[in-house]
């Protein structure tokens, strides 16, 4: 809402200087965002929010700067209309449902000559960036910004003669709007109609056939109200908005509607000339006024003041409110009908302390004994990310939006569809996702594009899926890895080429620091592998295909991801920690390097070996590992360590010979594996 | 055995000695189990009784001297490997493994949080489908109301009243239904609105939610919590001021500025020239959501407040694009 300096002092007396004024509008609500000089005046921009229709208005500010300043409003002239003659049964107003229509008034004014504005006028819409049209249009807009009221003249002479009709349109009723567009109309939308056809598009937009134009010579004047609901739901099938839309579906005061169209027909005779021959309104509601209970010194504690009832009763007075003490701390106070947003005492409470002034309210502590709710999952889940950026890893925040056509070439085709959304601004945004992979390798491809050699990415995130009635939502998390990573060592430079190996150390040491430890990656195929914990699949890591990488035009290189399901995760969580006691005695330590069928599953092996050189074998681990040109084909080399140890003395190698022999034999014997 | 000539071999073979090895040959040889000390020591029962005791001075004489030598050499081992030490050239580069960063919106989120925790909050979050009435009606926004138009939201295609939740208010629903009061909670979380991307526009964002209630909170108290959440973040001279505004869901309500972070106040690019920089909106629970949610307003009041993430990431570190957040490019991730 735009406003001059000027045009608020015709109804307010201002002794503050326009920066001044602003400041104090500002913190009163009515946020000031730009103060502009412009040719003498001065330009406010002032954000209006919601609630506040009746500040759409020259009036409805200054009636604000009034209050908060503490001067009077200078009232618009309501002295009653006297049209001069005719009979009112010369037009007729048909409203088919009062319900679209709550007030129609029109005015007929005859003989008036249309012509260029007067200086003043045009001047003063230009300076709040309307344009000029002529003068009957340019008054109608100078009431509409000064009252609030939207009004429409149509061209007398250019409607079926004496007859107004409100009623919704036809389907598919074509209609040339005033911009020379045609719309097709729908029953949604409600029109002004003589009885061949509509007119206007009611509180949207008039018509071409019916505009007031320089050949004009007689007019009729509307002033009207329609329901805020149906003007939102024309606004939003015709696809625009008007100043005259945006006020109608804010809600009109229904008592401004007569003083403005006074004020507009009593304009047109002193500037455009003619004669207003006949007023006459239709569907005028009974106005209740309520009345709202004020109690004080509810009202101070709600905001922490010591607000004494005479200064609330005066800043509400002087906002437009009747005010009655009832009692020692009550008010009674009467809503005038330009604030329909006010229906409970927490809104007379909040007028009260925008007067009073928000910045005046002290700032106190609350003394409360709130509940604690623990919260162990998301603890949990900050334990992932600080261990993973401890791991190296860097975490991505990526649209939980995306493209069909990026998944599909992710997933295989017996996977449920994903969720689609209703109404996405573009393709990126057509689904839910049901996977972090996808995202993650498109992230991973940005970055190959800005020469990065090395990415190890991670998001934690929720991911979707469900049927046609209900949506499951789950915590999961993902990490890709593509690249290799340098590290400038003594040696000289080490490249490290990621791999599968990469994703299991890390979930390895994930694990490890939540204290899982029953969990398990078994091959699905030769690119996927699943990860399970306590026999539960909780997720997949894999090396993506080719599809998805020519997808995402990632060439060359490998990408490695995973994705894994916290929710699952967390319920094998162990935090708790028990001391186990150092070994008292040292350990005798045994490599054996061995060859086996490539697919011997190596765990089996380890487990086998553990059983047999129970209980003074410790620990069996790989050392190394070979697959090449220097073994068998078909064959894997691999070095184990054995730790011996004993709780109660030092072994000796006499000891410890003939147990490695006896470990080393299950190798050879149910592994078949060849010593090295 | 002279004593005179084993004194003089010492110093002669003492000089000779560059390694510890043989430094540790030279103290066997001399003072091992077989060595020259222990062979002159066997030698005091076989004098003279009258020269036993001078002998078994110039004995022990000849071990000390020999012990100070060996600490001697020993010392000049360590001093010249120190020396080693120091002729490592620092300019090349140290040898770690690269930390790894958490994205900045992680990072504000936590910092937030945690300043809220301290005041008594618990955090919780709450999912990110949700429905029209946890959304809309349970806040006190009706469905056909221009102050919906601020909250445009994606819903989904086939699952009816279900929609993609536009601001995390409604885990307040989700929260006052489960629990009674007292209850002070914030919410941090992704929020979705359909709207252009741009340098500060993003279809995705996140927000933090708090809210408190209780019987007597007032909105002072809501003046103190953030006032100290704006001091912990922004830096004590920060300033605040609550201007009233409209949200359906709190009434009063208030928008929050804090001083212009960039020019203190005085007016900048970045803030408009106005010297003030929006950062929250905030306000006095409505009575209309306790009713909502089964609480009685005569007995409790609430405030709540909300802010975008975002947002302020970009005043804390100075961002001027908010597409940067979820690019994720390595050169941006790694400076924080």
């Not at chain 1, 340019?138 to 910004?145: C, E, P, Q």
């Not at chain 1, 567009?181 to 003589?194: C, F, G, Q």
């Not at chain 1, 020519?550 to 060359?556: P, S």
Request: glycine residues 6%.
């Amino acid at each position: 809402m735009k406003v001059t300096y000027n045009w608020l002092k015709d109804f307010v007396s201002i002794k503050l200087k326009p920066q001044a004024l602003a400041d104090k509008l500002t913190m009163a609500g009515l946020e000031v965002v730009s103060l502009e000089e412009k040719s003498g005046d001065w330009v406010f921009e002032i954000e209006i929010t919601s609630n506040r229709p009746d500040w759409l208005s020259v009036i409805g500010i200054a009636r604000e700067i009034a209050a908060i300043t503490g001067s009077k409003l200078k009232a618009p002239d309501k002295t009653p209309f006297k049209a001069q003659k005719g009979k009112l049964a010369d037009l007729k107003i048909e409203i088919h449902d009062k319900k679209d229509c709550y007030l129609y008034s029109a005015k007929i004014i005859e003989g008036v000559k249309v012509e260029a504005s007067p200086e003043w006028l045009r001047k003063r819409l230009e300076s709040i960036g309307c344009r000029s049209v002529n003068n009957i249009v340019d008054i109608t807009n100078y009431i509409l910004f000064t009252f609030g009221e939207p009004l429409h003249a149509f061209d007398l002479d250019k409607l079926a003669a004496g007859q107004i009709i409100v009623r919704r349109a036809k389907s598919n009723e074509k209609f040339s709007a005033i911009d020379g567009s045609e719309k097709t109309l729908n029953p949604e939308i409600l029109v002004i109609a003589d009885k061949n056809k509509a007119l206007a598009a009611a509180g949207i937009m008039g018509g071409k056939d019916s505009e007031v134009g320089f050949a004009t010579r007689n007019i009729l004047l509307e002033a009207a109200v329609f329901n805020p609901i149906v003007m939102r739901r024309g606004r939003q099938k015709l696809g625009f908005s008007t100043e005259s839309s945006y006020r109608f579906e804010r809600g009109i005061d229904i008592e401004i509607v007569e003083p403005a169209s006074i004020a507009a027909a009593a304009l047109i005779q002193e500037i455009a000339g003619g004669n207003c021959r006949l007023a006459k309104s239709s569907g005028i509601p009974k106005l209740k006024k309520k009345s709202i209970a004020l109690d004080i010194s509810r009202m101070n504690s709600v905001l922490g003041t010591d607000i004494s009832l005479l200064e609330a009763k005066r800043d509400l007075g002087n906002l437009g409110f009747q005010v009655k003490q009832k009692a020692a701390h009550n008010l009674s106070v009467t809503i005038p009908s330009h604030r329909a947003d006010v229906n409970l005492e927490v809104d007379l409470i909040e007028e009260v302390a925008r007067i009073f002034g928000y910045d005046r309210i002290p700032q106190s502590l609350p003394c409360v004994r709130t509940q604690v709710l623990l919260n162990p999952q998301r603890d949990f889940i900050d334990l992932v990310r600080q261990t993973l950026v401890g791991l190296g890893l860097n975490e991505a925040i990526t649209y939980t939006l995306t493209d069909k056509s990026l998944l599909e070439s992710f997933i295989g085709p017996d996977e449920p569809p994903a969720i689609e959304i209703l109404n996405p601004l573009s393709q990126d945004q057509e689904i839910l996702r049901p996977h972090l992979i996808p995202s993650l390798a498109r992230c991973i491809a940005y970055n190959l594009n800005q020469k990065e050699e090395y990415i190890n990415i991670f998001e934690i995130s929720h991911v979707f899926s469900g049927d046609k009635a209900s949506v499951k939502e789950g915590t999961f998390l993902g990490i890709g890895l593509c690249g290799s990573r340098a590290m400038l060592m003594r040696q000289g430079l080490v490249r490290d080429e990621v791999s599968l190996l990469h994703l299991k150390g890390i979930l390895e040491s994930l694990f490890m620091r939540v204290g899982i430890k029953d969990y398990a990656f078994s091959a699905i195929n030769a690119q996927a592998t699943a990860i399970s914990i306590g026999k539960e699949p909780v997720g997949l890591m894999l090396k993506l295909r080719k599809a998805a990488l020519d997808r995402l035009q990632i060439k060359n290189k490998d990408v490695f991801a995973l994705e894994l399901s916290l929710e699952k995760m967390f319920k094998h969580v162990n935090l708790d920690k028990t001391f186990q006691g150092l070994p008292r005695y040292p350990a005798i330590v045994r490599d054996t390097s061995i060859i086996v069928r490539e697919g011997t599953a190596v765990k089996e092996l380890l487990a086998a070996m553990q059983e047999k050189g129970q209980p003074l074998l410790r620990q069996a681990r790989i050392v190394d590992y070979y697959q090449g040109q220097q073994i068998p084909p078909g064959t894997k080399s691999i070095t184990i360590s054995c730790l011996y140890r004993s709780d109660d003395k030092t072994l000796t190698e006499a000891e410890i010979n003939p147990l490695h022999s006896a470990v080393c034999r299950v190798l050879t014997e149910r592994f078949s594996a060849k010593m090295r | 055995m002279d004593i005179n000539a084993v004194k003089t071999q010492i110093s002669q073979e003492i000089g000779n000695i560059i390694t510890p090895e043989k430094l540790e040959e030279f103290r066997v040889k001399y003072l091992g189990r077989k060595g020259v000390v222990t062979q002159l020591t066997g030698f005091i029962p076989s004098l003279p009784p009258e020269e036993r005791a001078s002998f078994g001075q110039q004995v022990n004489a000849l071990k000390n001297q020999i012990l100070s030598l060996i600490s001697e050499k020993q010392n000049s081992f360590t001093s010249n490997i120190e020396e080693r030490v120091e002729s490592t050239d620092m300019d090349f580069p140290g040898i770690a493994q690269e930390l790894g960063h958490l994205h900045p919106l992680t990072q504000v989120t936590s910092e937030i949080c945690d300043i809220f925790i301290r005041l008594g909050f618990s955090v919780v979050e709450g999912p990110e489908v949700e429905t029209e009435y946890n959304n809309f009606t349970g806040l006190n926004i009706p469905l056909e109301h221009p102050s919906r138009d601020v909250f445009d939201t994606f819903y989904l295609k086939t699952q009816e009243k279900l929609l993609l939740r536009s601001h995390t208010s409604p885990v307040q629903i989700r929260m006052m239904k489960a629990h009674k009061p007292p209850l002070a909670v914030v919410v941090p979380g992704r929020v979705y609105r359909p709207d252009a991307v741009d340098a500060s526009h993003s279809f995705m964002f996140h927000q933090i939610e708090g809210f408190m209630v209780a019987e007597e909170i007032k909105f002072s108290d809501l003046k103190g919590v953030l006032g100290a959440f704006a001091r912990a973040v922004f830096g004590e001279d920060i300033k605040m001021r609550f201007r009233p505004h409209f949200f359906p869901f709190t009434e009063p309500s208030a928008e929050v500025d804090i001083s212009c972070i960039i020019c203190k106040g005085k007016g900048c690019s970045v803030c408009g020239r106005k010297g003030w920089l929006e950062i929250l909106g905030s306000g006095m629970i409505h009575p209309n959501v306790f009713k909502h949610v089964g609480y009685d307003p005569k007995k409790y009041t609430g405030f709540a407040f909300g802010m975008g993430v975002e947002r302020i990431a970009m005043l804390k570190y100075g961002i001027n694009d908010i597409r940067l957040f979820f690019e994720n490019d390595l050169r941006f991730l790694k400076q924080f």
